[in-house]
């Protein structure tokens, strides 16, 4: 079986601009998570996304965003850039509420 | 609200020596409790999880951890510890209506010299 996937793994940009990052979760798993990963912060919850609804969402403004679509394929988006969102942002997927969640590899995002 | 503490960010022990890594939560639901594990440039692989049932937890890679109500505890421990186990590692909790949001302690990086 696949395990998560995200696209792009790496990606630079400036600041100002928006990124969207994407995730492919095990299949079969309906339940996806977001979380950023800082060295300052250590490792943040987003959001959670569950049959196409946002379930719970992490202490960040309103600039990230995210969606599911009806495949479970989940994407994120941060518009207006700034230098503090340089992060490891990581997708998790698991198949049913409080289960063991399965990480994928992240995308570094580098905001210069 | 939940929370995690991971005692220690950076443990050093000798190849063949006891791993411990510490971590403490506080949860005003029953928690269900996680031990993750990060090699650079990766994602994170759960060792083991406590949900409900038997106190003490085995995992991958020789791995334990023991919950303790009463010190609020969670900590991991391997018997004999390896080159391999080099890299960090992170205790997280949740419960409750938090569902699948998990929260993580700032994580504790093992180095294991030979």
């Known amino acids: 079986k696949a395990g998560v996937t995200q696209t792009p793994r790496y990606l630079i940009k400036t600041r100002g601009q928006q990124v969207t990052l994407s995730c492919s979760p095990i299949s079969g798993h309906r339940s996806v998570s977001w979380y950023q990963q800082t060295p300052g912060q250590g490792l943040q919850f987003l959001f959670e996304?569950?049959?196409?609804?946002?379930?719970n969402k992490g202490n960040f403004p309103g600039r990230f965003s995210g969606r599911q679509f009806s495949n479970s394929r989940s994407e994120m988006n941060v518009s207006t850039l700034e230098l503090g969102d340089s992060a490891l942002y990581l997708c998790?997927?698991?198949?049913?509420?409080?289960?063991?969640?399965?990480f994928g590899p992240g995308t570094r995002l580098t905001v210069l | 609200a939940q929370s995690v503490t991971q005692l220690g960010s950076h443990v050093s022990v000798s190849e063949g020596a006891l791993v411990l890594l510490r971590c403490n939560y506080s949860?005003?639901?029953?928690?269900?409790l996680f031990w993750y594990v990060q090699y650079p440039n990766q994602g994170l692989q759960l060792l083991l999880k406590y949900t409900t049932g038997a106190t003490l937890v085995k995992g991958i890679n020789g791995f334990e951890a023991e919950f303790k109500k009463s010190e609020t505890s969670f900590h991991l421990t391997k018997p004999s510890a390896h080159m391999s186990d080099a890299a960090e590692y992170f205790c997280a909790v949740t419960g409750g209506d938090a569902g699948n949001m998990l929260t993580f302690g700032g994580g504790t990086r093992l180095m294991v010299k030979p």
């Open positions: 998790a997927s698991s198949s049913v509420t409080v289960n063991e969640q399965f």
């Open positions: 949860s005003s639901v029953p928690p269900y």
């Open positions: 996304y569950f049959s196409e609804t946002q379930r």
